[in-house]
């Protein structure tokens, strides 16, 4: 399934792309369903940075539904080639309790809009393989795996925009 996102931030690219390419871990008190984002590894290439981040979800879970999902189903590690150049990230996400399950990659754009503006476009997909995850009966997967993507996709999209929010007010306390 199709995931986009453009959100506008009120700052310079060059300061909302470094910001989120180097600043992460430091956005998690402004990102209210993340728990922590720790870097994992991080080597420079010229003008590309790769980076490995885990992060954990499930911040503003009700504690009822936290008790259902073991702490693995709410992590992830996002794979991100940065280009400082080009302005762009391309990325893959794995999540460890179901890598063989779920499929998620894409590419950010960050757009130079003038006046200290930036458009963010994420531009990716994800895909839901249902006949591996070992709670779906066979005879489901074929209707579950859509039916997962487009709650996942659902879910996704506005915690998207909430780390843009979440740069937005990071950079308005950095000033």
């Not at 199709?2 to 600043?23: A, G, M, Q, W």
Request: hydrophobic share 40%; charged share 30%.
């Amino acid at each position: 399934m199709k995931l986009d996102v453009s959100v506008e931030i009120p700052y310079p690219r060059e300061k909302v792309f470094t910001t989120y390419r180097d600043k992460l871990p430091e956005l998690v008190p402004y990102l209210p369903n993340v728990r922590g984002i720790t870097v994992s590894s991080r080597s420079e290439e010229g003008q590309l940075t790769k980076l490995l981040n885990r992060w954990k979800g499930g911040g503003e879970l009700p504690g009822v539904v936290r008790k259902l999902l073991s702490d693995d189903m709410l992590e992830w590690d996002d794979y991100a080639t940065w280009n400082q150049e080009q302005f762009t990230c391309e990325w893959r996400t794995v999540v460890p309790a179901f890598k063989d399950a779920v499929r998620s990659e894409g590419k950010n754009r960050f757009e130079d809009l003038g006046g200290s503006r930036t458009r963010l476009v994420i531009a990716g997909m994800l895909e839901v393989d249902a006949a591996k995850i070992r709670l779906v009966p066979r005879l489901l997967a074929g209707t579950v795996g859509p039916t997962v993507e487009k709650f996942l996709v659902g879910s996704i999209k506005p915690n998207l925009v909430a780390v843009s929010k979440g740069v937005e007010k990071y950079l308005d306390a950095h000033r």
